[in-house]
């Protein structure tokens, strides 16, 4: 069995330009890794009306049960304005100890370190049960062809996962600082008021939607959701934007938006969020628009064996407690929780999305450490 190069695997990742929703060949850079230390794996080609194509990647090792399975992303954002980058992005440039290049914190190392973990476990002996992989190309984008179907369809095949790792980077500043075992959901809002566009010099012959607008958002910003739980950070409102589009000064304009985002933690639902914030703008009797969308509902994966795990792996390899922890963004986890007990933990997330984005190459070596040691211990 050849062992797999972590830091090798991560540059050759990180050379494949795989902006959401492109591949460039990433997942066959991770399906070569995978068949070489003895993997099945299948490939997923979604659809869905007015969204890009996505490649995904189903592979597995074994066949019995448990089934550990290790969840992420090949796709990474855009680089933003590359003469700001002191090297090529997609070069995989190792500098004064650090790998730099876009995905190298979200998330292509952490991909690399658990290959190379499975791939240090098997020059022992196979496994008892299974181990498995599951990567989309879709999950810094709309998620909607990705994770989500790839679930559906190897359930239909009659696929089990008992446990999962999501990889992605968990920890602020430090490895093994923070594992995920939980999110808050998320709601994104869309607040219209109309008016009657017309000249500023006779507001009688118009209605300027503004005014009304600035008191609808004043309610929003004034709702106290919650005080949070012993798991949950309080729920927040962020207003996030107010277009106009109107240039000239003279001219009262027809119509205003406004956008904002709810995080939410356990104390609600989509549906409740949504309950709650239609009724509080239509107590002020002002004419709206409201469009909502939940892209996430909140959950909790109680600590348990697979966080035991890892606290006992981060403890040994690293010499930390890491917090359990439900802070954060969105991640594909919410979609994995539906099916498998499911657990985050990866590299740092200081630098993620960020203009030379780097990770350290001990933190990668340490990371391989930490998920063999819970492969270990999960097949003992």
């Not at 659809?47 to 597995?60: F, H, I, K, Q």
């Not at 963004?329 to 499911?342: E, H, L, M, N």
């Amino acid at each position: 069995m050849t062992l797999v190069d972590p830091i090798e695997l991560s540059q050759a990742l990180i050379q494949r330009p795989s902006i959401t929703p492109l591949d460039e060949g990433a997942l066959d850079v991770l399906q070569t890794a995978l068949e070489g230390l003895g993997f099945s794996c299948q490939r997923f080609v979604f659809s869905d009306e007015g969204t890009p194509d996505v490649d995904n990647l189903y592979a597995r090792l074994g066949m019995e049960a448990p089934n550990i399975c290790y969840a992420g992303h090949t796709d990474v954002v855009p680089v933003g304005d590359e003469a700001d980058w002191s090297v090529d992005p997609f070069a995989a440039t190792i500098r004064d100890g650090l790998l730099i290049g876009r995905g190298a914190t979200d998330m292509k190392p952490s991909i690399a370190a658990f290959v190379a973990a499975v791939s240090r476990l098997l020059e022992g002996s196979a496994p008892a049960g299974s181990i498995s992989f599951l990567i989309t190309g879709d999950e810094e984008g709309p998620a909607i062809n990705g994770t989500k179907k790839v679930l559906e369809a190897i359930t239909d095949q009659g696929e089990t996962i008992d446990h999962c790792i999501v990889g992605e980077p968990t920890n602020p500043t430090a490895l093994g600082e923070m594992a995920k075992i939980g999110r808050r959901g998320s709601i994104n809002g869309v607040l219209t008021v109309n008016g009657v566009q017309g000249h500023a010099a006779y507001p009688e012959n118009a209605r300027n939607p503004v005014p009304d607008m600035l008191n609808l958002l004043q309610v929003l910003d004034g709702l106290h959701l919650d005080e949070g739980n012993a798991h949950f950070q309080p729920s927040n409102l962020e207003i996030t934007s107010v277009d106009v589009g109107n240039p000239a000064h003279n001219v009262i304009p027809a119509q205003v938006s406004a956008r904002f985002n709810v995080r939410f933690n356990s104390e609600h639902s989509g549906a409740s969020i949504e309950a709650l914030l239609r009724a509080a703008l239509l107590e002020t009797g002002l004419e709206h628009d409201l469009n909502l969308t939940v892209t996430g509902e909140s959950f909790l994966c109680p600590p348990g064996r697979l966080s035991d795990l890892f606290v006992g792996a981060v403890e040994t390899v690293l010499g930390c407690t890491p917090e359990l922890s439900t802070t954060g963004g969105t991640s594909d986890a919410r979609f994995i929780k539906d099916y498998a007990q499911v657990i985050e933990f990866g590299l740092i997330n200081e630098s993620a999305h960020k203009v030379d984005e780097h990770i350290a190459l001990e933190d990668v070596e340490a990371l391989t450490q930490v998920y063999q040691h819970v492969l270990q211990h999960y097949f003992a």
